[in-house]
Structures are given as C-alpha cells and as structure tokens.
C-alpha cells in the first residue's frame, strides 16, 4: 500500500497550489479519501474529505470557499486544490484513505509553506 503526496511548495499570500496523491496497493476506488494538515506545535486536522463515488464531501470551515477536494477513480489519484493561500494555511499536508479501522492509509507528506 502506498500513497505518494507531491505538489507542496513555497507561494505567496493569496497564491493557488495543487497537492496530488496517488494511491496504490487497494481498492482506490472504495475508500474515502482525506487531506489532512499539521503545523508545528498543532494536531492534526482534517481539511477535507470524499467520498468514494465523490457525492459527498466536506470541508474544515477554515478553507470553505477556499479549497476543493477532487478524485480520479480510474488514475487511482485525489486532489487538492488550494486558492487564496493564507500564512495559516502553512503545514504538512497528509493524504488519508480509509475503509474501516482496519483499513486506514497515510502518506508521507507534503510541505506548503504560506509566506512573502
């Protein structure tokens, strides 16, 4: 099982990144997958999350409007899309698929730093 995090950077307040996770190893398509995020000193929370067939999803309040949540079934891939980048939105970003507690994938993660 593998999942690979990439397009983390360094942007500019108000700036627009793209994270990628490709999975591999599982049924992709059957899990829920999920972005989480955590800064230094901070826990970790959840920013977003999609379900299997992509009818349900959900954001932390502190990204509506600001961040969308895709999948690509067939590339076995999910997506985050970030606009409107804040110094607060700086953090590790992690991809999460999950299908029951037994059945609970991590990436490495991702660094997105926020900053001028």
């Known amino acids: 099982v593998q999942l690979v995090e990439s397009g983390g950077d360094l942007v500019q307040p108000g700036g627009s990144l793209r994270l990628s996770c490709a999975a591999s190893g599982f049924t992709f398509s059957r899990y829920v997958m999920r972005w989480y995020r955590q800064a230094p000193g901070k826990e970790r929370e959840l920013v977003a999350s999609i379900s299997s067939t992509s009818g349900t999803i959900n954001y932390a309040d502190s990204v509506k409007g600001r961040f969308t949540i895709s999948r690509d079934n067939a590339a076995r891939t999910v997506y985050l899309q970030m606009n409107s980048l804040k110094p607060e939105d700086t953090a590790v970003y992690y991809c999460?698929?999950?299908?029951?507690?037994?059945?609970?994938?991590w990436g490495q993660g991702t660094q997105v730093t926020v900053s001028s």
């Open positions: 999460n698929g999950f299908s029951g507690v037994h059945y609970d994938y």
